[in-house]
């Protein structure tokens, strides 16, 4: 034992021998390497590297990859401006998780984690060799002043995410404590880990709340080089990185430079990629990875594709409906909007069969309901019995399938008995409410590629009588957009881990429905709901933690919140002949940050790329 651990152990044992022979003595505090929801960290406390990174990669050279929209800003942290997503591997956090661990977090920043046993604080020792790229240490002052300027002045996110914590306190120049308002949160000290640490000193003077157009001091493992608002992103990685030889950085974050290059279209992008100007894509079209990629160079073996599988959980993808507009206030209205969805037909001629249907909020993990509710689900679903739909109890939850061939009667007939149970009737060939107005929506998109999968949406809607119109806007007023909840339906996804937690507050809290900015794009604002997201966050263990996603999962399911659109188990990937990686295989598909550049194979690549290959 470390002497700092032998003395706590020792202040323990002083402290039973005071209270006396037949009382409790607090438990003392778990200090640690590293936190799992799911059990001990599967890596030892002296694990080298992680498993998928190679010591040994060599360092250098560059990489160039492709964003839609556009920046204005370098502070991700604020609703005001739009920043470029790789902005976040300029500062570092608390904890590195693993891309294989499900749950998992190492100490990075931190050198030791302690929990109280009664998870009422969690506390972090800061590592000395911790710095910032101006050469000053990593303290405990940054930490809790970070935290409390996203509690502040951050996105609602922040206020929702960190809710449960009282306050973060400097003890002394390398220790914070996080102090919680309530007992029995697991994941907080998770979650905490995860927080990106800001230098004060840089800040003062500076409006956090503002656009930053400054390139900001970080600790992470690049630092922004010369970039242009708009249209280029340069990251260079810091060469005396303070934790380049820690277990958590050896062998990650190899690439001299980091470019990433901002397109208004999709289409654009893509071409660029073929043409030698982005080295590595993502894709995450059907239709493109089915079609697109037989050009010259894939058929010339300077450039690879690969289905990478992946394990992680993958949320629900769907068409959000906003409950706080007056056409999607009626569960019968919005079990219809399902029913007219024809996945089969567009999985068969739009997908080339790639997918499958998304029948969970928790979709691909144990959280994930199924069948009919279990004796424990029954004893959290029971109170609400008068509230649900009888059905939840009575039969599994189903979305309607068709045969693929575009003729949907049934599923119009359903949706027609639905619509006109709450009170409209079809007059002239118009889906007309108990005004006499037709019904009417728009579905408001961010990426014009979604506009194939919607317009067949628009056209079996309109069978019904139903007037829609899609509004595509660019990323930065499709953020402004939804941060206002200005939409009655949009396209969005509702990630999730294995260990789903505060998040969901975020999701589907009832207080999220009012904040401008949140991620409750559906505007659920449920007691029962909130009752159901607390039973998963206060969850004693993971087995009570499972019972209450699955019988949260239901109530989402049953309240016809959205259509559920489909998931891949896999990660498309194509990229130019010139990089190493480890093949050792990850539940997230792929570890980009382990990749480096192969100096042999670059320069055969990038000599034929300069040939016209």
């Known amino acids: ?330 569960r019968r209205v919005r079990q219809a909007m399902v029913e007219v969805f024809d996945f089969e037909w567009e999985n068969k001629n739009l997908f080339y069969g790639l997918y499958t249907r998304t029948t969970s909020f928790f979709s691909n993990s144990d959280c994930a309901s199924s069948g009919l509710p279990g004796e424990a689900e029954l004893k959290l679903l029971e109170p609400y019995r008068d509230r649900l739909p009888p059905e939840l109890f009575t039969q599994p939850f189903t979305l309607p399938v068709t045969d693929g061939s575009g003729n949907n009667r049934e599923g119009y007939m359903r949706a027609l008995k639905l619509l006109e149970s709450a009170g409209m009737q079809i007059r002239k060939r118009k889906m007309l409410d108990a005004s006499g107005k037709q019904m009417s929506f728009n579905i408001l998109l961010d990426d014009p590629s979604f506009e194939r999968v919607t317009l067949p949406y628009v056209q079996w809607l309109d069978r019904l009588g139903i007037e829609v119109r899609v509004r595509t806007v660019d990323p930065a007023e499709y953020q402004h957009m939804t941060d206002d909840f200005d939409y009655d339906m949009t396209i969005n996804t509702f990630g999730e881990s294995d260990s789903p937690g505060n998040e969901l507050w975020d999701f589907w809290g009832s207080a999220s429905a009012r904040q401008t900015g949140s991620d409750n794009l559906c505007g659920i604002a449920d007691p029962m709901v909130d009752a159901l997201i607390e039973k998963v966050v206060s969850a004693k263990d993971h087995d009570d933690l499972v019972v209450a996603a699955r019988a949260l999962d239901r109530v989402l399911l049953w309240g016809w919140y959205v259509v559920p659109h489909w998931h891949l188990q896999a990660v498309w990937a194509a990229w130019w002949d010139r990089f190493g990686f480890s093949d050792v295989p990850v539940r997230s598909g792929i570890a980009f940050n382990a990749w480096w550049v192969d100096p042999e194979l670059a320069k055969k690549t990038d000599a034929a790329r300069r040939s016209g290959f």
């Open 1 to 330: 034992m470390r002497r700092r651990d032998l003395l706590i152990a020792g202040a323990a044992g002083l402290a039973a021998a005071r209270i006396g022979p037949g009382a409790r003595a607090a438990a003392p505090p778990l200090r640690t390497y590293g936190l799992s929801l799911l059990g001990p960290p599967k890596l030892p406390a002296d694990f080298p590297h992680f498993p998928y990174a190679n010591p040994d990669a060599p360092t250098g050279g560059e990489v160039a990859t492709a964003d839609l929209g556009s920046f204005d800003s370098y502070n991700p942290f604020i609703v005001r401006g739009t920043a470029p997503v790789a902005i976040g591997r300029v500062w570092d956090t608390l904890t590195r998780s693993s891309a294989d661990e499900p749950g998992a977090a190492y100490a990075h920043l931190a050198q030791v984690i302690e929990v109280a046993a009664d998870h009422s604080y969690v506390a972090f020792e800061l590592r000395p060799e911790a710095r910032f790229h101006d050469g000053t240490p990593v303290t405990a002052e940054d930490v809790a002043w970070t935290f409390d300027m996203l509690r502040t002045k951050g996105r609602p996110y922040y206020r929702q995410y960190y809710a449960a914590v009282d306050k973060a306190v400097a003890e002394s120049a390398a220790r914070v404590v996080f102090r919680f308002k309530t007992t029995g949160n697991r994941e907080l000290p998770t979650i905490l880990g995860e927080l990106v640490v800001l230098p004060k000193h840089w800040w003062e003077g500076r409006d956090f709340a503002a656009p930053l157009t400054e390139p900001p001091l970080g600790s992470g493992p690049y630092r922004v080089g010369k970039s242009e608002f708009g249209r280029t992103l340069v990251l260079e990685r810091v060469p005396d990185y303070w934790a380049r030889d820690l277990p958590t950085g050896r062998g990650l974050d190899n690439f001299g430079i980091m470019r990433t290059e901002y397109f208004r279209d999709a289409t654009v992008a893509l071409q660029a990629f073929k043409a030698g100007q982005l080295d590595f894509r993502r894709e995450n079209i059907s239709k493109v990875w089915a079609t697109e990629y037989d050009f010259p160079a894939v058929k010339k073996r300077l450039v690879n594709k690969r289905a990478f599988p992946s394990s992680l959980p993958t949320g629900m993808q769907c068409f959000a409906m906003n409950t706080r507009r007056p056409v999607f206030a009626d």
